[in-house]
């Protein structure tokens, strides 16, 4: 019998500290009235001091592990996306694995804002061929700690917090199809760079602010509202359906103009696609879970329903996911 991944819990998790757009108004030369209609945000969650991405996916995966009623000795297998790793060596998967006191294989997966989805992939691959059967996948970022908050180009963008999701074998699914993608050649657009082998850190680096996110946005912006729209209709076509028969687009929450762009490419109406950046700016690896604990948590998702989930970030890399949710919302007060 073919063997499928199910979603079987959902849990998302966002730092106490709340940053609004007039505190950045205090920092840097911008104003709220500019990041609200160039991104749609008005404000982000930072973590705490001493507060890293290994505490934040731990307790978004605590919530997702309690709701699947999966008992943590059957878990297989940790994949933990981030693009802000606690340390570059060792992972923050195992960081986040002795937190929650497990004993599976556990291993990063970095592709920036995709890495969601990248790890979505791998866990599912690793269960439709019998390599595992409970899979906990997670995205985790405290990346304001890569932000240089005197970068008004930058710093009003991303914000902190954690998704996670269980899969498990099953003989439905599912996980139905994912696409991945990947063009190296834009890898200049968006990028920290020193801290890596390629330029360790010393005294000009630190003068240039050079440990920090680069980015050039409208290179990003351009590449986004191109690749989003083919990815989903990728893995749509490779599931057998098309954007009707979506209840939900998730897409990566980076900023409002491209996904309404996207949605006109695709012709998707604003009902069915999924935005809550206003309230959390751009969490890359964390936002596509986070978005779906949302969804979940609010009750806008049931059993049957069809979503696709898309991500894009540095790398370049991109990925969409078509995905039948199988899993009941709590009653509400629950
Ligand atoms: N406040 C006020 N003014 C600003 C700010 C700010 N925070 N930031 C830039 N400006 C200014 C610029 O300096 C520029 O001024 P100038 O015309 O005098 O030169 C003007 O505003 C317009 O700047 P643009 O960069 O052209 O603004 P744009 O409309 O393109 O919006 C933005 C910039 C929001 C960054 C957009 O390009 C974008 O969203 N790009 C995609 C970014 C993204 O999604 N990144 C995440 C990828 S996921 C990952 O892997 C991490």
Redesign the pocket.
Known sequence: MQRFAQIVGVGGFLPDRIMTNQDLERL????DE??RT??GIRERRIVAEGETTSDLAARAAEVALLRSGVAPDDVDLLLLGT?SPDHLMPSTACRTQTKLGLTCPAVDIMA??TSFIYALHHGAAAIESGRADTVLVIGAEALTRLIDFTD??TC??FGDGAGAVVLRAADSPGVRAIVLGADGTGSDH?IVPAGGAARPIDHDALDAHDQFLK?N??E??KF?VRVIPRATLEALDASGYTVDDLAWLVP?Q??E??IATVEERLGIDDERVYLNLANTG?T?AASIPLALDDLYTSQRLGPGDLIALVG???GLTWGAAVVTWTITSPEEGA
């Open positions: 840097v030369d911008t104003s500019w990041i160039r991104t693009t920036a804002c008004r180009t009003v963008l968006l980015m946005g409208s990003v912006f986004a990566h980076a900023n103009r491209i751009n890359s894009f970030g540095a």
